[in-house]
């Protein structure tokens, strides 16, 4: 290989200790899993810093009651609808641990050195003293998580007994002979379960004593272990999931209970799409405004069913069509640029209506029901983005009968050159934040955008041809 290769695990920096008596030297301190946490959200609190990169629409409303619940060391569980981003908010927490950690080297459950807890490590630490050999592990591996599912056994989670073990000649009783699930494989991390309702309720009761008593067990074995952890679980609203239930004890036994929400204005809807869309071509920023006024109708729409909620996916895979829907039409005109322009976003309702639950009574309508919502949502961004300015140079253009013609067909070029010059085109690319000199494309994007707007305002005329191209007249 030419490059060097990317390292998945992280390297530990030169010059840490590789005993326990070089760690003492140091002066190293032990602290818990939610020590660490609430000192270095405290840290950053402090300084300004930000604690949870990447989580938008939370500032003032889900993120102050994580805080909160860091700061008290309660284990947690948050509630929301599909898509409100439960867990990129979970997955985060892990970058509030320490960056490095020490642990005994070759303990698979993470042991610090101070405080081992299975009796191998605690025999180890007793016959090799200060000479006992440590380890680091990055925070990126102190996450671990669980998707609930209905086939998820208490041997996944908890562990059970190994029988390659036994079969090697250990004694049954032996608690050596256990193979650790994956809770207390993130021992001195954080722990999350995806869609907890889903896990059987005979299952969830193994998780009781993680919670409370802070140690798992394993079939007949008398083992305590003392994990240290914050256990952190995702689930829906219990009148929208119908799979399974939170059981009671378990709820009584999370410190906080949290509900997440969708973006709450315009304003975070659009920067969640600029955020997470991967986008091949350029949508300029009043078809993103459209395609997010789109969803929170979709969203407010007493056609869609609002217990299953319009997960924000629906609108960042609607950004990344109608890019797509661009790149499309550059390749087939043999256009240099992507631009998308309106005439892209009719491919959504089609292709997206699967993202949404409809009433019971709206069978056969999805494609209706959201195209006439973006109709709405394009007619609301017309006149929030361009109120007040002149267009009739645009209304003038098919006075005398003339016809433009569009489509995600049309290149850009040659709507263009049927348009020609324009009074009051320039303020309405400012308007559209397209700026002084716009490509083609933008230009183009800008136009489709006011002859929609017009059309949807009933100030011209559209027909759609059966080869999918646009007709606008007076």
């Known amino acids: 290989m030419t490059e060097a290769t990317i390292a998945i695990t992280p390297v530990p920096p030169a010059g840490l200790p ?99 807890i299975t009796p191998a490590a605690r025999r180890q630490a007793d016959q090799q003293g200060d000479a006992l050999a440590i380890s680091w592990l990055h925070r990126s591996e102190r996450y671990g998580e669980k998707l609930a599912t209905p086939d998820t056994s208490v041997g ?107 973006p709450v204005d315009l304003e975070l809807e659009t920067a969640l799409i600029r955020q997470e869309a991967e986008l091949v071509a350029d949508v300029p920023e ?60 009719v491919s959504v309702t089609s292709t997206l209506r699967g993202k949404v639950e409809f009433e019971s009574g709206e069978e056969g309508r999805e494609v209706e029901i959201l195209s006439h919502l973006l109709r709405v949502a394009t007619a609301e961004t017309f006149r929030a983005r361009l109120a007040g300015l002149d267009l009739s140079g645009f209304t003038a253009l098919v006075a005398e009968g003339a016809i433009i013609e569009t489509g995600d067909l049309v290149g850009a070029e040659e709507l263009l050159g049927q348009i020609g010059t324009v009074p009051g085109l320039a303020k309405v690319l400012d308007r559209l934040g397209l700026g002084d000199a716009p490509s083609p494309g933008q230009a183009a994007s800008g136009i489709e955008f006011v002859l929609e707007g017009l059309h949807l305002t009933r100030r011209l005329a559209k027909e759609l041809t059966d080869d999918g191209r646009t007709l606008y007249g007076s």
């Open 286 to 345: 009043h078809l993103v405004e459209v395609l997010g006024r789109f969803t929170r109708a979709v969203r407010e729409s007493p056609s869609v069913d609002s217990r299953s909620g319009v997960s924000a996916r629906f609108a960042i895979a609607a950004a990344e069509t109608v890019a797509a829907s661009a790149l499309r039409r550059s390749g087939l005109r043999g256009e240099r640029e992507a631009v998308a322009r309106i005439c892209d976003a």
């Open 156 to 262: 996944d989670l908890i562990g059970d007994v190994d029988p390659i073990k036994v079969a090697e000649g250990r004694a049954l009783g032996d608690p050596e002979t256990i193979h650790f699930g994956l809770v207390p494989r993130t021992n001195r991390g954080v722990f999350a379960v995806n869609e907890l309702p889903d896990l059987a309720e005979r299952i969830q009761v193994a998780l009781l004593n993680v919670l409370e008593e802070r140690d798992i067990q394993v079939r007949g074995y008398q083992l305590r272990l003392p994990l240290d952890l914050l256990l952190v679980a995702s689930a829906n609203p219990e009148d929208y999931t119908n799979r399974g239930r939170i059981i009671t004890p378990l709820k009584d036994r999370f410190g906080a209970e949290i509900r997440t929400h969708y």
């Open 18 to 116: 590789g005993t326990v008596g070089e760690l003492r030297a140091t002066g190293h301190e032990f602290r818990t899993v939610k020590e660490e946490l609430r000192a270095n959200l405290l840290t950053r609190l402090r300084s300004g810093e930000p604690r949870f990169p990447g989580i938008v629409g939370y500032e003032d409303t889900v993120l102050p009651e994580v805080e909160r619940a860091l700061l008290a060391g309660h284990d947690m569980v948050l509630l929301g609808e599909r898509g409100q981003g439960k867990t990129r908010l979970i997955r985060a927490l892990g970058g509030l641990l320490d960056e490095w950690t020490p642990y005994i080297t070759g303990s698979e459950l993470h042991e610090h050195p101070y405080h081992p």
